[in-house]
């Protein structure tokens, strides 16, 4: 007996238990979306223009304004006009003297404080000539969260779920706090590199606990909970700073928001599912058996007895340590693998370039951020019915195509994850090359999302034998009635098809849903 049967049969699919489970994943999400998307204001970078000698000035930062007028040539941006930030005039004291020679700031820079009083950028001058270095800065914490990624998968499935998501809880706390007080750039980048890579395996290591405690019934509702949960930090984020204005304080606000977090240490249970795939049968009947007290239901003996049995061939499998490269042994994991890593690579890199971008837009950059949160919760919603309805991969191909196409057409229009930062700079090569590989991608990864196997439905692999075995022949299918109406009303037996139900049923096919058996 497999431990999805037993929530099937026994514990219930989404009991007590699971729910308790799922919401500390939830409240998790806050605080990961928050130190994800942090960079927007962190490193944003306000209007500048030369510093001018100590006898020069100008209105607009303190100094009368027919010095600057004299000093700083005027550029041309996007049609508008507007004081130069990286040139000033060749003369004598800071005054052109009738020469119209330009060279570099030489004496630093001078920041508008009307939006940020101050950020990564004005405290260690990242402007530029300096600009890349602000981009590394983004670059790094993306290393930073993919090798989470790697680094926590690898740790989660050797130590568990639950001392893996501490782990990342007490790393992400730890090194904000120090990021908050570091007066080095190269020692902030370590530490926003550690931040990510502690977010990322945070929320994943989180949510894969969450998605093994409950049945498959409710893998797509709280999935995309969970992901809502990070929305939801991503526009707490906008208001927080907005409040506050100075980096170092909203860096440190974040680093306290995973506080409360260390009490998981106590109040997380461990994935049953993890631990009867790593033959701790006494600590998984331990823990079944407390779901099953929180859930008030009750467990025959024999079912503990058939669920943390081992089958005949799976002392040798389950004990086996599998790396990074069995994912690449056989030969449909091997295709499941790099398509999934080519179409998150796509979906990581526009995404994150987006949502930090949105800062940087005309207008109020705090707005503009909360604006784009909220849109992501809203589109959320839409993909959460939208998949109950369709399935995966038309939903998530779907999305990424239409993803592409506005990015191509916003290349188009003339007015208009660890690259993506760089991928901006390629604007200034020529404005629509950021959207157009933006497009591209998008589109290339709508395409690979339609070679992946659907999962809707579908029981969880518990082994990389059964991931092999994914969506190669198919689980067997039953179409449930659910319909209050009566059986003359919906035909019988249904396709299996959900395309060939909707065309040959019509309304009829909202008579039964498919279930794996």
Known sequence: ???????????????????????LIVLVGPSVGATMFAQAFLAATPAHHCRLYQNDSSAMYGHPSESLNLSVPMENVDGTWRYSSCLMYNGTGGTSAGSNQTVR???????????YHSTVVTDYNLVCERHWLKELGQSIFMVGVSAGG???GTTSDRFGRRPTVVACIVLQMSSGLAAAFTTDYVIFLVLRLLAGGAANGLFYVGLTLAIEVIGSSKRNVVGMTISLSWAVGTVFLGGLAYFLRDWWSLQLALAVMSAPLLSYWWLLPESPRWLLSNNRTEQAKISIQKAAKFNKVTIPDEVYEKVTKPKD???????????LMDLFRGPRLRMI?????????ATVAVYYALIIGSADLAGDPYLNFVLGALLEIGLSLVGLVAM??????PVVGGFLFLSGAACLAVAATPTGGILSPFVSLLADVWPPLPMLTFGILCTLGGAGVFSLPETFGIPLPDTLEDGEKLGSSGPAI???????????????????????RRRQLGRASQCWRPEVI
């Open 1 to 23: 007996m497999e431990y999805e049967d037993v929530l099937r049969q026994y514990l219930g699919e989404f009991g007590r238990y699971q729910k308790l489970a799922a919401l």
């Open 105 to 115: 700031c030489r004496d630093g820079w001078e920041y508008d404080q009307s939006v």
């Open 150 to 152: 790697l680094i926590s």
């Open 313 to 323: 061939k799976e002392p040798r499998e389950k004990s086996k340590k599998y790396n």
């Open 337 to 345: 693998t790099v398509t999934m890593s080519s179409v998150w690579f």
């Open 388 to 393: 109950e309805k369709r399935g995966r991969r």
């Open 478 to 500: 039953s179409a449930v009635f659910i319909s209050p109406r009566s059986r003359q009303d919906c035909p019988w037996p249904p396709p299996l098809s959900p395309v060939l």
